[in-house]
């Protein structure tokens, strides 16, 4: 079920695709008919060609080696998990179509086609814009940020349903952070056999945690003022009854 509220300004596609492996802890690799799981093993180049340390062994220097030059030859599926537990973990999944070459004893991939997949369906990014986008300047710090949020600070979550409609919170159980980025925040609302997700926008994008930390700042000053929500609160007063 989707909950939407006016606004969602959220990052491009090329910028989210970006994100996707830079903070992917593994990769899976499929080449040469065989599908490998590789952990803490990549890391990504300003240009968005990965870097996979493998085993010297490994089939994948083979299939390197013997593949046509410049032609796809193998596909990198990346998962980004929410940090947070919720239903539904996975955010979006990335597929990198491309080919490898030997590189300083890794293995380079350079993608020739890139697929990302959200709640809102599949995406084919454009190689240029995939290119040239950075990363979410949050990106590396998301995790931290919103397992401490959710873990020290319910409060301030249940303050800022304040700012959600109140019939997207009809028959919520619970509501967690799912996601932030440069423009927003995203809570997860989990009821008992569905679940959807409301965007709460900054009012300018935060390039770092102190820009980030201000914003937040200023979305609790906001829900400070607005009123109580009545659907979350009437359900608590019933399972407390």
């Known amino acids: 079920m989707g909950d939407r ?10 910028e989210r695709a ?27 180049t300003e240009d968005g060609a990965v870097r996979l340390a493998v085993p010297d062994d490994s089939g994948l220097f083979a ?22 537990p919720v239903r539904n973990r996975i955010r979006a999944r990335l597929w990198l179509s491309g080919w490898f070459a030997p590189s300083g004893g890794a293995l ?12 809102s369906g599949p995406v084919v990014v454009d190689l240029d814009e995939f290119t ?33 409609r109140p019939e997207s919170l009809h028959a919520a159980t619970r509501v967690v952070p799912l996601a932030v980025d440069r423009h927003g925040l995203t809570l997860r609302i989990e009821r008992t056999r569905a679940h959807g997700d409301v965007r709460l926008p900054f009012h300018t994008p935060a390039d770092d945690v102190t820009q980030l930390t ?3 700042h ?24």
């Open 108 to 119: 380079l991939f350079r993608p020739t086609r890139v697929v990302l997949r959200q709640a």
């Open 18 to 44: 970006r994100s996707v492996p830079a903070t992917a802890w593994s990769c899976a690799v499929t080449a040469d008919g065989v599908r490998e799981e590789y952990v803490g093993a990549h890391t990504v």
């Open 218 to 241: 200023a979305l609790l000053a906001q829900a400070g003022a607005a009123g109580c929500p009545r659907a979350l609160q009437r359900q608590r007063a019933d399972g407390d009854g």
């Open 132 to 164: 040239t986008a950075r990363p979410d300047p949050l990106a590396d710090a998301e995790a931290r940020l919103l397992t401490h949020l959710a873990d020290a600070h319910p409060d301030a979550v249940e303050r800022l349903t304040r700012l959600v």
């Open 214 to 216: 201000e914003r937040m």
């Open 63 to 84: 299939a390197a080696l013997c593949a046509p030059r410049q032609e796809p030859s193998a596909l990198l599926e990346f998962a980004d998990v929410a940090p947070v």
């Open 5 to 14: 509220q006016d606004w969602t300004a959220a990052p491009g596609a090329a």
